[in-house]
């Protein structure tokens, strides 16, 4: 054997040895870069050259995942929140009807809680709108329903989309209840508005046409006609007015000159300015209000005329021979806001149905029965509008053929 042979087989030895070595110090820095990692996979540290290269490869593609993480974490938060917040309803159902998910509005709209795990018939409650959820599923195509509920009587507009990921259906209920009812209101209001432009104006013709056919020349019966037109004239100039006033009012266009008031100089003015009309309907007016009660902050020609429109229906409401009474005192209803005083106008007319009760202080409302007593449906949206423009409230107590009391509550003025 050689020289060379031996001195080749040390380097092999050699050449073994070392990489035996880096063999071992690789797999002890694997292992403990692979514990950091299971630990905090962000803030692992490759602490040794061999595994420098590996981990700076990872780190880079799990922050890349990180960010991708976060930015998908903001989404769904985001989503929720607007889910949490939409006035619309959503609901998710997989394909055997099951609900998934119920968003708050869906939860308000249909009145059922816990909604998640019930079936869609369960959740809809309503024939409609579970056989748009089926057909939708059966033919796999967007599906809308409008329905009215019977015993709510909600008007609720319904689409089912099918669901192309999970294979179930989403459904979007939308409550169109109010604007429904503005809409009502709005018909009504052009309505009752043509209506009572209809009635002065065929009297004004008729009237004019009257004196144009000869009775110009008979002095007692044109002085008649002529009173009878400006009558009409004026009917008309306060159906003007009235909308005119409303609608300052209502776009808060109308300023309030506030200042104590003292309430019973309020009641005593209202029911002298209406002393006339009242006798000549052959009712009574009285006042009930204790002189020491405090003073109110009011402008004290608004609350005039919400007295006045109060009292004006009161005149219209009641059949002759009956009472109007008008008070004020501390408003000491439990739950009311503190410092107020409570005023009432009530009558033992008419009365008003529990049906027109909730509506009565709407722009333009009238009820049928009304429809035959002159008046524009404006003077209890106006009284509504200026109450609260003083910071107080108004309602009405009636029962229909046991008479009406209108309250509303005016804060008082600091002492
Ligand atoms: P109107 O010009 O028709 O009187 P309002 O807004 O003042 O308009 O009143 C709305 C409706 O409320 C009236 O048409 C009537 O049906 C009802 N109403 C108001 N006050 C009384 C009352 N004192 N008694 C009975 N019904 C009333």
Same mark, same amino acid.
């Given at each position: 054997?050689?020289?060379?042979?031996?001195?080749?087989?040390?380097?092999?030895?050699?050449?073994?040895?070392?990489?035996?070595? %880096?063999?071992? /110090? @690789?797999?002890? =820095?694997? #292992? $403990?870069? !692979?514990?950091?990692?299971?630990?905090? +996979?962000?803030?692992?540290?490759?602490?040794?050259?061999?595994?420098?290269?590996?981990?700076?490869?990872?780190?880079?593609?799990?922050?890349?995942?990180?960010?991708?993480?976060?930015?998908?974490?903001?989404?769904?938060?985001?989503?929720?929140?607007?889910?949490?917040?939409?006035?619309?309803?959503?609901?998710?159902?997989?394909?055997?009807?099951?609900?998934?998910?119920?968003?708050?509005?869906?939860?308000?709209?249909?009145?059922?809680?816990?909604?998640?795990?019930?079936?869609?018939?369960?959740?809809? %409650?309503?024939? /409609? @709108?579970?056989? =748009?959820? #089926? $057909?939708? !599923?059966?033919?796999?195509?967007?599906? +809308?329903?409008?329905?009215?509920?019977?015993?709510?009587?909600?008007?609720?507009?319904?689409?089912?989309?099918?669901?192309?990921?999970?294979?179930?259906?989403?459904?979007?209920?939308?409550?169109?209840?109010?604007?429904?009812?503005?809409?009502?209101?709005?018909?009504?209001?052009?309505?009752?508005?043509?209506?009572?432009?209809?009635?002065?104006?065929?009297?004004?013709?008729?009237?004019?046409?009257?004196?144009?056919?000869?009775?110009?020349?008979?002095?007692?019966?044109?002085?008649?006609?002529?009173? %009878?037109?400006?009558?009409?004239?004026?009917?008309?100039?306060?159906?003007?007015?009235?909308?005119?006033?409303?609608?300052?009012?209502?776009?808060?266009?109308?300023?309030?000159?506030?200042?104590?008031?003292?309430?019973?100089?309020?009641?005593?003015?209202?029911?002298?300015?209406?002393?006339?009309?009242?006798?000549?309907?052959?009712?009574?007016?009285?006042?009930?209000?204790?002189?020491?009660?405090?003073?109110?902050?009011?402008?004290?020609?608004?609350?005039?005329?919400?007295?006045?429109?109060?009292?004006?229906?009161?005149?219209?409401?009641?059949?002759?021979?009956?009472?109007?009474?008008?008070?004020?005192?501390?408003?000491?209803?439990?739950?009311?806001?503190?410092?107020?005083?409570?005023?009432?106008?009530?009558?033992?007319?008419?009365?008003?149905?529990?049906?027109?009760?909730?509506?009565?202080?709407?722009?333009?409302?009238?009820?049928?029965?009304?429809?035959?007593?002159?008046?524009?449906?404006?003077?209890?949206?106006?009284?509504?509008?200026?109450?609260?423009?003083?910071?107080?409230?108004?309602?009405?107590?009636?029962?229909?053929?046991?008479?009406?009391?209108?309250?509303?509550?005016?804060?008082?003025?600091?002492?």
């Amino acid at each position: 054997m050689s020289m060379w042979f031996y001195v080749l087989l040390a380097l092999v030895a050699l050449l073994a040895a070392w990489l035996g070595w %880096r063999y071992f /110090r @690789l797999r002890r =820095a694997l #292992r $403990r870069y !692979a514990a950091e990692l299971r630990a905090d +996979s962000l803030k692992a540290s490759a602490r040794s050259a061999e595994v420098e290269s590996v981990s700076n490869v990872l780190r880079q593609i799990l922050e890349e995942n990180a960010r991708h993480l976060s930015g998908v974490v903001a989404d769904r938060d985001r989503l929720a929140a607007v889910l949490e917040q939409m006035a619309d309803g959503v609901l998710i159902a997989n394909t055997v009807g099951e609900i998934q998910f119920a968003n708050p509005a869906a939860t308000r709209i249909f009145a059922v809680s816990n909604m998640v795990g019930k079936t869609v018939t369960e959740a809809l %409650r309503d024939h /409609r @709108l579970v056989d =748009a959820w #089926r $057909r939708c !599923a059966d033919k796999g195509a967007m599906q +809308s329903e409008l329905i009215e509920t019977p015993a709510s009587h909600q008007t609720l507009q319904l689409v089912v989309v099918p669901d192309a990921h999970g294979g179930g259906s989403l459904l979007l209920v939308q409550d169109l209840t109010r604007m429904r009812r503005l809409e009502t209101v709005r018909q009504d209001f052009v309505a009752n508005f043509s209506h009572e432009l209809r009635t002065p104006l065929a009297s004004l013709k008729a009237l004019a046409e009257t004196l144009q056919d000869g009775a110009l020349h008979d002095a007692s019966a044109a002085s008649g006609f002529l009173q %009878r037109i400006v009558a009409e004239v004026d009917s008309l100039t306060q159906m003007s007015q009235e909308l005119l006033d409303l609608t300052s009012i209502e776009s808060g266009k109308a300023s309030l000159h506030i200042e104590p008031t003292a309430p019973r100089k309020l009641l005593d003015s209202a029911a002298e300015r209406m002393r006339l009309q009242v006798q000549r309907a052959n009712l009574q007016i009285h006042v009930d209000c204790p002189e020491t009660l405090p003073a109110v902050n009011a402008d004290a020609a608004r609350l005039s005329q919400v007295l006045l429109n109060l009292i004006h229906n009161a005149v219209k409401f009641t059949p002759a021979g009956g009472q109007i009474r008008l008070s004020a005192q501390v408003d000491e209803t439990p739950g009311s806001v503190q410092g107020c005083v409570l005023f009432a106008v009530s009558d033992n007319g008419l009365g008003i149905s529990s049906d027109d009760l909730p509506r009565i202080f709407e722009r333009l409302y009238r009820a049928d029965r009304a429809r035959t007593a002159a008046g524009t449906g404006m003077g209890l949206s106006i009284a509504r509008h200026l109450v609260e423009a003083h910071g107080g409230r108004i309602w009405a107590e009636s029962v229909e053929g046991g008479g009406s009391t209108f309250k509303f509550t005016i804060p008082q003025a600091p002492y």
